[in-house]
């Protein structure tokens, strides 16, 4: 607790806070209905990048039903006699879809599948491929069997019919693990691999192909837009991007939505969250309460598509991160 800060003010304003961001979450709603992103297609698109490498589409923005909660980009890798799927889609629908797409394309099935995140957008889909291995990161496979449950009924929820597939008893975690517990780095067939912070206990993976000059690093880049600040920590994941951008180099990036990027983008991302934070902190230092800040806005990223809809939420999320270093 800071010197000149009662502890009963401190609470004061911490309340204040919670009460604005209340306020605040719901007077977004109408403007998230409203920014809902298209109907992706099924069967999935597969686009190429590279002889033996695609990566699959994505809507931009939140799942709902006309998206169906295809809103992380997956990628496939044929190496020899394997495929290798990153991400498997959010319902067993889609991935029986993908499956067929893939063998299609590929002329053989999957035989390995990458969950690099905890996240029903990437894993769900797991039970389409019965014969594949699952592969994840050991604290990535804990989450998976601790919360996919909760994490199925969240997204039925937001997906509505389009997830009738959806079914408890076909949850399929992952059960080989990529590396020892608490490892950040290694190979995983043809993948060098990363493994970034998202917050505590919360980490990514990020695989890199040299052959390809291929990076998959979902949950850290929406190419073309801002970044997307619920369920994180701000500042850690301010640090893996600096860390991811130096390990792509200049290889292709599939990021969590917005088609192929480069390390150019995860820049700009960076910007964006310094902009952010130098926006946020004179207020803070001023002692000024939630409502003050209302209107911060960063007009150089105003035009980015998930903006409107996303931008006050990453202002609400990183003033609570921040907030706690000054008020103690």
């Known amino acids: 607790m800071g010197q000149g800060y009662p502890q009963d003010l401190n609470a004061t304003r911490r309340g204040a806070l919670l009460g604005g961001l209340s306020i605040g979450m719901s007077l977004l709603a109408p403007m998230r209905s409203r920014a809902a992103p298209p109907a992706m297609p099924l069967p999935p698109t597969l686009h190429a990048a590279g002889s033996d490498c695609w990566w699959v589409e994505a809507a931009r923005g939140e799942a709902t039903p006309d998206n169906g909660g295809v809103t992380a980009q997956l990628a496939l890798l044929r190496d020899g006699e394997r495929l290798w799927l990153i991400g498997s889609g959010p319902t067993p629908a889609f991935g029986a879809a993908l499956a067929e797409a893939a063998r299609q394309a590929c002329g053989q099935g999957v035989s390995d599948v990458v969950n690099t995140r905890a996240t029903p957008e990437v894993g769900l889909g797991n039970s389409a491929f019965p014969q594949a291995r699952l592969w994840a990161l050991p604290g990535v496979m804990a989450l998976m069997n601790a919360r996919c449950r909760e994490c199925l009924a969240r997204l039925r929820s937001h997906i509505g019919a389009a997830g009738a597939s959806l079914d408890p008893a076909a949850i399929r975690p992952p059960t080989l693990a990529v590396g020892e517990a608490g490892a950040s780095s290694g190979t995983l067939g043809p993948w060098a691999w990363r493994a970034f912070d998202r917050g505590p206990g919360e980490r990514v993976l990020a695989l890199r192909h040299a052959g390809q000059q291929l990076v998959v690093a979902q949950g850290l880049l929406w190419a073309g837009d801002i970044p997307d600040l619920r ?18 180099g200049s290889d292709r990036i599939v990021g969590e939505q917005g088609g192929l990027a480069d390390a150019a983008a995860i820049g700009r991302h960076i910007a964006y969250l310094d902009a952010l934070r130098a926006a946020i902190e004179p207020y803070l230092a001023r002692g000024d309460l939630w409502g003050a800040a209302g209107g911060i806005e960063l007009p150089a990223w105003a035009a980015a598509p998930g903006y409107a809809a996303r931008h006050a939420l990453n202002v609400q999320r990183l003033w609570l991160e921040l907030e706690p270093t000054i008020f103690r």
């Open 231 to 248: 369920n994180l920590r701000v500042d850690a994941l301010r640090d893996s991007l600096v860390a991811l951008q130096d390990w792509a």
